[in-house]
């Protein structure tokens, strides 16, 4: 009788897996016979790899990368070895903006399933993030090659959803500009915007923890300055518009990208092509890398003028900019509102500006259309229960989704409670909303409203600091049930107040810090501690 020999065991499941032996012996006969393998030849480890990234094996499922405040170098460190997929995830800026579509999770999941060929999309990471995700992408591709030839690899295709017009930054439409109007007064280093916008011929809507998205257009004069560098004519046809049509809606003139740098390196030589290829590789020769935007790096480089169309094929999409809405559907429908800090800056002896923030202050006007969308938000909202008291902390224009939380509560009767904890630097001239804020809290509205400036006295006092001062009464309305809200900035002000949070639970919730850190965590888990920051 002859002797029938197994076939040799093929290993898709790692034993690291969390399954009984049985059951990895079930899964790797069916991914087996799935595939179309006979066990004759044993997966590469890359190939490994490959089928175990979209699905969530090996993996513990916990993020702890996921905090705005860790830089990026710090956040690969905490997601070394674990799946392609997960890397990616750290790679992001970690806000969960939904400024590239997604949320990082989702987004991540994308580029590793091959559903997101775009590697480009987290503003908030930036160039830092495209360059990380440019090389977890590149482990990808030769997971999916593996041993195979590469004239066998066949690129999957990448699917695209059409969402509801106005629903995403790949399908947006068209809304009216309204009004603006300056919430700072004289004395004031800062430059606020009250903006308005009519929604009713778009017939979009949305809830209040939204974001809005906006396309604004590059600057006129930045644009023209950047052809002249060029030593170009702005009617020079470059995909079918004119360069300088192209230059104002399609790219990104802020920070140069490495492509940008790529391209000059080709077209140089010597010394030159030596630098400009360090850029690319995102080194810093000469220590100016950071401040190098589009008309820096042309500046930088002044004897090389790249060919108009080479040029604009070299540069960054035009990317949308996010900004959490002011208003409520509920209370003035058809409209919404902004809150936006123009931004302006100088670097050497030139002025910087802002995109978005300077195209909405004084480079539109009320009648134009532009297009926008409404960005659903991830895990930001009013609670369900109406009666749930709520504390919310916005410095700055951290404040605009908490006047729209109040306007909503105000419009639909909600019974909870709430709590505004306000701060800027000086109370007679950066109080916004100061007259609605005290009629609301005339009416009964506005339960507490805790302000804090930061530049009336001699010592800087700042939201968490008035936080401390109330520990007490904090800590009654947490154990009340309440939820707590924060939205500003993501490096400093967040952590802070979150530092002062899990102070004020040890003290007044009688905890060990270790304890109140898990109680804060908790609280995160549970929905009861959101954060919109940036």
Request: with cysteine; glycine share 8%; net charge neutral.
């Amino acid at each position: 009788m002859n002797q029938i020999t197994p076939p040799s065991k093929i290993e898709i499941i790692p034993s690291s897996a969390p399954f009984s032996d049985a059951q990895r012996a079930w899964l790797n006969g069916f991914l087996a016979g799935a595939l179309g393998l006979d066990g004759s030849v044993p997966l590469s480890p890359a190939q490994n790899v490959a089928l175990l990234a979209p699905s969530g094996e090996a993996d513990d499922g916990e993020e702890p990368w996921h905090d705005q405040t860790l830089p990026i170098a710090e956040r690969m460190k905490l997601a070394d070895g674990r799946p392609l997929r997960r890397r990616m995830m750290a790679a992001m800026a970690q806000q969960d903006c939904g400024q590239c579509g997604y949320n990082c999770r989702d987004y991540s999941e994308a580029i590793a399933s091959r559903s997101e060929a775009r590697l480009n999309l987290c503003v908030p990471g930036g160039k830092e993030t495209a360059r990380m995700l440019k090389t977890l992408h590149a482990e990808l591709d030769q997971a999916a090659a593996g041993p195979r030839p590469k004239e066998q690899v066949t690129p999957a295709a990448v699917s695209v959803v059409v969402s509801e017009a106005g629903r995403s930054r790949d399908n947006p439409i068209e809304a009216t500009f309204l009004s603006r109007r300056l919430l700072n007064k004289p004395g004031s280093e800062k430059e606020t915007w009250h903006i308005e916008f009519d929604l009713s011929e778009a017939g979009l809507d949305y809830v209040v923890g939204d974001s809005f998205g906006i396309f604004a257009k590059n600057d006129l004069g930045l644009v023209d300055q950047i052809i002249a560098l060029l030593g170009a004519s702005h009617t020079t046809e470059v995909k079918g518009k004119t360069l300088r049509q192209c230059l104002l809606e399609d790219v990104s003139l802020a920070p140069a990208p490495d492509t940008l740098f790529e391209l000059i390196s080709f077209i140089t030589g010597g010394a030159t092509r030596e630098k400009a290829r360090r850029l690319a590789q995102g080194e810093n020769p000469d220590g100016d890398a950071a401040t190098l935007d589009v008309m820096a790096a042309l500046q930088k480089f002044s004897g090389v003028r790249p060919h108009p169309e080479a040029f604009v094929e070299a540069l960054e999409p035009l990317q949308p900019r996010l900004y959490s809405i002011s208003s409520s559907h509920n209370a003035t429908p058809g409209k919404l509102s902004l809150t936006v800090d123009c931004v302006r800056y100088v670097v050497g002896k030139r002025k910087r500006l802002g995109l978005a923030s300077t195209f909405l202050a004084e480079r539109i006007t009320p009648g134009d259309k532009l297009k926008v969308y409404v960005q659903k938000a991830h895990g930001f909202a009013l609670p369900a229960d109406q009666k749930t008291p709520i504390i919310m902390v916005g410095p700055g224009t951290g404040i605009a989704p908490f006047r729209a939380f109040l306007l909503d509560r105000k419009a639909t009767g909600a019974p909870g409670k709430n709590w505004l904890f306000f701060g800027h630097q000086r109370s007679d001239c950066d109080f916004f909303y100061a007259d609605e804020l005290n009629a609301m809290k005339t009416s009964g509205l506005l339960t507490r409203l805790s302000l804090a400036w930061s530049r009336d006295g001699e010592k800087k006092f700042y939201v968490q600091d008035r936080m401390r001062e109330v520990g007490r009464e904090v800590w009654n309305w947490l154990a009340e049930g309440a939820h707590l809200y924060v939205c500003g900035d993501a490096k400093r002000m967040a952590k802070d107040v979150e530092r002062a949070l899990v102070d004020i639970v040890a003290q007044f919730g009688a905890r060990s810090t270790d304890e109140a850190v898990a109680f804060v965590t908790e609280l995160k888990k549970k929905g009861r501690f959101q954060l919109d920051v940036y």
